[in-house]
């Protein structure tokens, strides 16, 4: 068990964590969301040892760091090194294993996500999805107890996303997640916990179901109907068209929307601003509906 009490960061005079106070349970999967700005990856960075709190306490059980891994949202693979080589190096060089018992264990790690059969090739010959899969097998060969992830699937297009998330399933049997994601329904599949976190403390936690669908808290009902829609204000015809064209291709990536589907959206929202005048402002609202 890991209990973080009382964390405060702040980064000059702004605080990205602000009385922060969070347990997570061995095993548990823990999704941390929140808008961006929140300080979901300041948490992570402070439990993985990469940031030092202000002030506050980070209590590990048995008063011992567990080992730890971290995935980034741009995998941050070696691109010089083929892709068992990417998992060899850290083994050898930090936990002394031989060149061969460093391939065995990088062996074992590709074959339980899929990879096996690329290990000659290098990162950048590999698709989002696999990259990705990579970046987690190399946690994996450290043989860490909790892993933290940082928003490891915004990178991703769907078919990746799906790759990704059959891994985290398996993980999530095997060690203790924190993971940080705008992908509400993978969180919801995922969690045993949902921590909704608002400038920097935690607002609201509680089970899926409880956080996701029945939230209490006024500030979260805001931010999920914000995930759910998009809204834009245009206060004048000068409007910044290129900025509301990418929300709107931010918006139908967030659903998995390819790139034909938002390209239409942008078109048909361009469409109707032909027809009203813009000069004393219009709000947009896109709404997904439930199976369009
Ligand atoms: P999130 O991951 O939820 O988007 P972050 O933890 O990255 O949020 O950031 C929280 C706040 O702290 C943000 O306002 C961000 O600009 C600020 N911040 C984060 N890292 C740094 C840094 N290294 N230097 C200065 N400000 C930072
Ligand atoms: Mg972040």
């Known amino acids: 068990?890991?209990?973080?009490?009382h964390i405060f960061?702040?980064?000059?005079?702004?605080?990205?964590?602000?009385?922060?106070?969070?347990?997570?349970?061995?095993?548990?999967?823990?999704?941390?969301?929140?808008?961006?700005?929140?300080?979901?990856?300041?948490?992570?960075?402070?439990?993985?040892?990469?940031?030092?709190?202000d002030s506050g306490e980070i209590i590990f059980k048995n008063g011992k760091r567990p080992r730890m891994g971290m995935i980034f949202q741009h995998f941050n693979l070696f691109p010089h090194m083929d892709v068992?080589?990417?998992?060899?190096?850290?083994?050898?060089?930090?936990?002394?294993?031989?060149?061969?018992?460093?391939?065995?264990?990088?062996?074992?790690?590709?074959?339980?996500?899929?990879?096996?059969?690329?290990?000659?090739?290098?990162?950048?010959?590999?698709?989002?999805?696999?990259?990705?899969?990579?970046?987690?097998a190399r946690s994996l060969v450290m043989k860490p107890e909790v892993l933290l992830l940082d928003e490891p699937l915004s990178a991703l297009d769907p078919m990746a996303v799906g790759e990704v998330t059959d891994v985290l399933r398996k993980l999530k049997k095997e060690m203790t997640l924190v993971m940080n994601t705008h992908k509400l329904d993978i969180a919801a599949e995922l969690a045993d916990k949902v921590v909704f976190l608002d400038r920097g403390h935690v607002c609201e936690e509680g089970s899926a179901e409880q956080v996701l669908v029945s939230p209490c808290n006024e500030a979260t009902r805001r931010f999920l109907s914000y995930m759910k829609d998009l809204y834009y204000t245009i206060e004048s015809a000068h409007f910044d068209r290129p900025e509301l064209n990418a929300r709107i291709e931010?918006?139908?990536?967030?659903?998995?929307?390819?790139?034909?589907?938002?390209?239409f959206v942008q078109l048909a929202v361009e469409e109707s601003l032909n027809i009203v005048p813009l000069d004393n402002g219009v709000h947009v609202k896109l709404s997904k509906a439930e199976h369009e």
């Open 1 to 5: 068990m890991i209990e973080l009490a």
């Open 9 to 53: 960061k702040a980064y000059g005079t702004h605080r990205a964590l602000n009385d922060l106070s969070l347990k997570i349970g061995e095993k548990e999967t823990v999704c941390l969301i929140g808008k961006m700005g929140s300080g979901k990856s300041t948490l992570l960075k402070c439990l993985a040892g990469l940031v030092q709190p």
């Open 84 to 136: 068992l080589h990417n998992l060899t190096l850290a083994p050898m060089k930090v936990l002394g294993l031989s060149a061969k018992e460093a391939e065995q264990t990088a062996m074992e790690q590709l074959e339980s996500v899929g990879l096996a059969s690329k290990c000659r090739m290098f990162p950048h010959e590999l698709s989002e999805g696999q990259q990705q899969r990579l970046a987690i």
């Open 250 to 263: 931010q918006y139908c990536n967030r659903f998995g929307l390819g790139s034909q589907a938002y390209r």
